[in-house]
């Protein structure tokens, strides 16, 4: 009797075929859930923009996207008006440059000296083009508008300081101060006044107020109640 040894069959290797098509099923339902969820979500930002549309249809009222746009049209809105007067001060001992025997253009026999009034006006209020939809809320004829924080919406300074207002002097062989440095001396005075924040900050209560109370007053013209707020 003769005995005949097999060898032990190796495990059939996976199909590659099978595999890559179960990757490709995988993919596949990966994709559809994400897009039915996409779907979803833009269905419900699309139903609640209708819903506030709907709104201005049933009562005539401006929707979000209309109430922004009528807003976004006033563009700066001055509240609050604030009128001051800065001095403009030159020296010629503090501003000069130090004499020097070995630079003879440095040295100045006498001194001169000019106090310049600068008349300022300031605008304070918001921007509205900085507004958009996603700040205004509509509900119910009620309004809710988050605006943003109040500041300068424009600034003039008066173009020609009357004569009798300026005080001149000149000792020595200094001549007094000229029309050209007189401008300098007050366009100094003007930016410096524009980078004073106090001012601002005294008055930021009355400011937010008096722009909440003429925003409010737009949005009932309008035919809505009006609620406001300021954005941090």
């Known amino acids: ?13 996976p199909d ?43 009562t005539g009222m401006p929707g979000p996207h209309e109430l922004t746009e009528v807003l976004r049209k006033k563009a700066r809105l ?5 009128k001051l007067t800065k001095l403009g001060i030159y020296d010629s001992d503090k501003s000069d440059a130090p004499c020097s025997l070995w630079k003879p253009s440095t040295i100045k ?4 000296a000019c106090v310049v009034p600068v ?43 009357p004569v009798g207002e300026v005080f001149s002097l000149a000792t020595g062989l200094r001549a007094v101060v000229g ?14 006044a524009l980078r004073d924040t106090r ?6 209560g009355e400011i937010r107020n008096n722009t909440a109370v003429v925003c409010a007053s737009l949005l009932r013209s309008l035919g809505f109640e ?5 954005k941090q």
């Not at 401008?183 to 410096?192: E, G």
Request: net charge neutral; charged share 20%; proline share 5%.
């Open 16 to 58: 590659p075929i099978a595999a890559q098509v179960r990757r490709w099923r995988v993919r596949m339902y990966v994709s559809v859930i994400l897009g039915c969820l996409i779907v979803l979500l833009g269905a419900g930002g699309i139903y609640a923009y209708r819903q506030q549309e709907a709104l201005h249809e049933t």
């Open 119 to 161: 008349h300022i006006t300031l605008h304070f209020g918001i921007d509205l083009t900085a507004l958009s939809s996603s700040d205004i809320t509509v509900e119910d004829g009620k309004a809710l508008v988050r605006l943003p924080q109040p500041g300068i919406v424009s600034k003039e300074m008066m173009a020609v300081t």
């Open 1 to 13: 009797m003769t005995t005949k040894n097999i060898p032990p069959s190796s495990p059939s290797s």
């Open 78 to 82: 001055a509240t609050t008006e604030v």
């Open 199 to 204: 001012l601002q900050e005294e008055l930021a």
């Open 226 to 230: 009006p609620e406001i707020t300021f």
């Open 109 to 112: 026999y006498g001194r001169r």
């Open 179 to 192: 029309h050209s440095e007189i401008n300098h001396i007050k366009d100094m005075a003007y930016q410096a």
